[in-house]
């Protein structure tokens, strides 16, 4: 698969990830929920990256420009690494489309080595109700978020949104370190054409990472990047 193919909104969402993570060099990563596999060949360049996806039609069109070791299954096959024996652990929009979350965190509070990372990608409620009101005229779902109802993914299905504040009552193993916004302003950008253009992107990008650590912007983004270190 080329980064060519992959749609705007996503690559921003990808590249805005890849910088907040940009301290990531010479160390052992673990992609839990890698998807295509773009993040984990990402960070294949310069990282020992270990992948693992329980989505075959993921697989079978995944990125492979980089060498990782990609493993199909679910949480069963944390139980097979030794524990704290990774540096980094990646968890991008898994916990949304899982019940398995505390078992999942306390597999990784295993695995990962104390002081290590664990990056979380999660939806941001609030930014889905603007997103929703703004660029969908979607009056009906905005009000069903704001009752606390969850959402759909079409392509995953149930969003079960969580508080960023929860993970830690799933487990007592972590801190956390940052908290960061994605995506603020593209998605209530509704000129569709604007979102193609390149020199748009790279300033929308450049935008975005100026914000995303800024209280009152991150509240609205799309997402919240939670960076958590192993006590």
Known sequence: MSIRNVVPWELLLKKMTWEQLKFIHNKRVLDFGSGNGMTADHFSIDNEVVAIEPDKKMLQDRFTENDYKQIEG?????????????????CHNVFEYTVERKEIIKEFSTILKTDGYLSILKHNRAGRVMQMVVLLNNFEHANELLEGKNGHAQQFGTINYYQDA??????????????????????????????????????????????????????????????????
């Open 74 to 90: 679910d949480v069963k096959e944390l139980k097979n690494f030794e524990d704290e024996s990774f540096d980094v652990i990646l």
């Open 166 to 231: 929860e993970i830690l009552k799933w487990s007592d193993k972590f801190m956390v370190e940052k908290v960061l916004g994605l995506r603020t302003f593209w998605d209530l950008q509704q000129n569709q054409e604007i979102h193609n253009d390149k020199i748009w992107q790279e300033k929308m990008l450049e935008l975005e990472l100026k914000v995303s650590d800024l209280e009152e912007y991150k509240a609205i983004a799309s997402f919240h990047h939670v960076i958590l270190r192993k006590k």
